[in-house]
């Protein structure tokens, strides 16, 4: 490409060979492309942006010349901007104008067009104003400012200085103007031509998801288990700690129909899907406050929530060993390495939820039957039969804690000691402040040997206590542990 783009400056007039050839040397030993380096030797911006518009057959932009209303780029988060290249130019007509370093990047316009929900005109611009551009445009919105001048932009009203696939520079105040121009072939500016003034009603996106209005259904110990949006929409609570990626997915389900919620944080996290109860969290793995598999354990044993879908996303923890202990040890249903494809992303999001669809809340009061026929039969004192039950009720619902913790009662009924170390530990994972898992387990440590542990169990339980009475009893059995 940077032979064919070589010749067609050389052609035009725009770059001598000599200028060409230097830039092409210098390019490849600072990792810049042929058309950044001619800028940065002195040639105009706007004849090679004139020049990669003939090259790619889309307009070009100059981007100097331009003043671009930072509202605009609001629909495209910073770090997708900086990653993928693109700055986002105007809406005007309800389409997104897109300045791009590759224009034909077919990947790139998909993803833009599902996170905002309009539909992309790209313009090819040279890639080191591009950059330039980006930094200069995010922070001045960062600033509060309404408007970004180019340093040779002329008034303070809003404009591109758009170049279509010939020599003409076109100062658009209203794009639908460039179709005016009678001396373009038409198919030479398609893209440009689409674009008109009498605009359909702005994307949803661009207004933010409806006011929700839910419908309480079910309970559980007198708390709401689930709550239903009467539009019908589907919810997901969004999880991740970095403001841009939060606002690409949420965009991105909202183009797809969903209703979004999102989070900053491990404890906003669990706050949120324990106060309305979503189809499905989209959780990130690292997290402040409580970390993401955390965060994920409490959500799936939480009575609650125990049935909502969890689809975990991550940077750092790579390769299927993750993902297998994320689904078999915290209760993810899926595991999504950063960075993603969001097509990728809305496919395994609508994946999981058909896969979990089945999945219906438990009525008032009700228990499993393996759970209760355990617990009847532990009582009758028919061990051996009790942890048949018991293991059907934890395989059935690995994520109760009332299961993990009668069936360690019943391993140590046995004598089988050290399973019931392990179960009354998952129960006390499961449900954070379990006090009869946690006195039951500190006798079983103190019971084989394990003082320190046993002390450390029982610090754990004066946190959980729900008295002073409670907690009196707590401190005279440490005391004596550790007297």
């Known amino acids: 490409m940077t032979v064919k783009i070589g010749e067609l400056l050389v052609q035009r007039g725009v770059a001598t060979v000599d200028q060409v050839e230097r830039a092409a040397k210098e390019g490849q030993a600072r990792g810049e492309r042929l058309c950044s380096r001619l800028l ?229 996290g669990i706050d949120k899907a324990e106060a309305m109860v979503p189809d499905l969290v989209l959780l990130d793995a690292m997290l402040p406050k409580v970390h993401g598999f955390e965060a994920c354990r409490r959500i799936r044993s939480s009575p609650k929530t125990r049935d909502v879908p969890v689809v975990m996303m991550t940077a750092i923890y790579r390769g299927w060993r993750f993902a297998q202990d994320a689904r078999e040890s915290y209760g993810a249903e899926d595991y999504i390495e950063k960075p993603f494809r969001l097509d990728d992303l809305l496919r395994r999001v609508e994946a999981v939820l058909e896969s979990t669809a089945t999945r219906t809340k438990k009525a008032a009061g009700a228990i499993d039957p393996h759970l209760q026929r355990g617990k009847e039969l532990l009582l009758a004192g028919r061990v051996a039969d009790a942890i048949d039950a018991l293991e059907l009720a934890v395989q059935a619902d690995p994520y109760s804690a009332e299961a993990q913790y009668h069936l360690a009662r019943a391993l140590r009924a046995q004598g089988d000691h050290f399973r019931a170390m392990t179960s009354f530990e998952r129960a006390t994972e499961l449900r954070a402040g379990h006090l009869p898992a946690l006195r039951a387990l500190a006798a079983l440590y103190e019971e084989k040997g394990f003082r320190r542990k046993a002390a450390e169990t029982l610090e754990r339980a004066l946190g959980a206590a729900p008295d002073d009475a409670t907690r009196s009893g707590l401190k005279q059995d440490l005391l004596g542990l550790i007297g």
């Open 40 to 268: 940065a030797m002195g040639v105009p911006e706007a004849k090679l942006a004139g020049a990669l518009a003939e090259r790619h057959g889309v307009p070009g932009v100059s981007l100097a010349e331009c003043v671009i209303p930072l509202e605009v780029l609001d629909l495209v988060p910073r770090a997708v901007a900086e990653s993928d290249l693109i700055l986002a130019l105007s809406g005007d007509g309800g389409r997104l104008h897109l300045a791009m370093a590759v224009p034909n990047d077919d990947r790139i316009v998909a993803e833009v067009r599902f996170v905002t929900g309009r539909e992309v005109s790209p313009y090819v611009a040279v890639g080191r104003s591009l950059r330039q551009a980006i930094s200069a445009a995010y922070d001045a919105r960062a600033r509060g400012k309404t408007l970004w001048r180019g340093s040779a932009a002329a008034g303070d009203e809003p404009h591109l200085a758009a170049l279509v696939p010939s020599e003409e520079v076109l100062e658009v105040q209203d794009l639908g103007v460039a179709a005016e121009v009678a001396e373009i072939d038409s198919s030479e500016v398609e893209e440009v031509e689409e674009v008109h003034p009498a605009a359909t009603d702005p994307s949803a996106l661009a207004r933010g998801p409806d006011p929700e209005v839910e419908i309480s259904v079910g309970h559980d110990e007198g708390e709401v288990v689930k709550t239903v949006r009467a539009d019908g929409r589907r919810t997901v609570l969004v999880v991740d700690d970095e403001p841009e990626i939060r606002q690409l997915v949420q965009r991105t389900l909202q183009a797809k129909g969903f209703a979004v919620e999102t989070a900053g944080d491990g404890q906003e």
